[in-house]
């Protein structure tokens, strides 16, 4: 299995990472953890929106591997993308947690930037 390939696995747990960070305050719902996270201010709510973002950029990212694994792209250039597109998004919910609007939406850019480079990659591949 390629690097890129791994890459999805680790792009699909990201979220979860998030999401523990804003439920990790002692006093966590979980028979009603939308309504807590619904309440929850500061770096944690930041967190939570962090994992919701983190599931929107998936499919995308996912779609741009799949279709560059698939039509033979250049392996190096597909698992550079991939594992950069992962290193982007863990920065990117660093930032937001951290309150750094400017840096995260630099980040996130960066990170879309990967996922139409891979689909580049397969076009030209």
Excluded at 33 to 46: K, N, S
Excluded at 49 to 78: H, I
Excluded at 87 to 107: C, E, H, N, V, W
Aim: hydrophobic share 55%; proline share 4%.
């Amino acid at each position: 299995m390629t690097l890129a390939l791994w890459t999805l696995l680790i792009a699909a747990i990201i979220p979860y990472i998030f999401a523990g960070l804003a439920k990790s305050r002692g006093d966590f719902d979980n028979a009603r953890p939308r309504t807590w996270l619904a309440q929850v201010e500061g770096w944690r709510q930041r967190a939570h929106w962090a994992q919701l973002n983190s599931y929107e950029a998936f499919p995308p990212f996912a779609a741009a591997v799949l279709t560059a694994e698939l039509t033979d792209a250049d392996q190096a250039w597909v698992n550079g993308l991939a594992l950069l597109f992962v290193l982007l998004r863990l920065a990117y919910g660093a930032a937001y947690i951290t309150d750094r609007p400017t840096l995260r939406s630099s980040l996130w850019t960066a990170a879309f930037a990967c996922v139409a480079g891979l689909f580049v990659a397969a076009a030209v591949g």
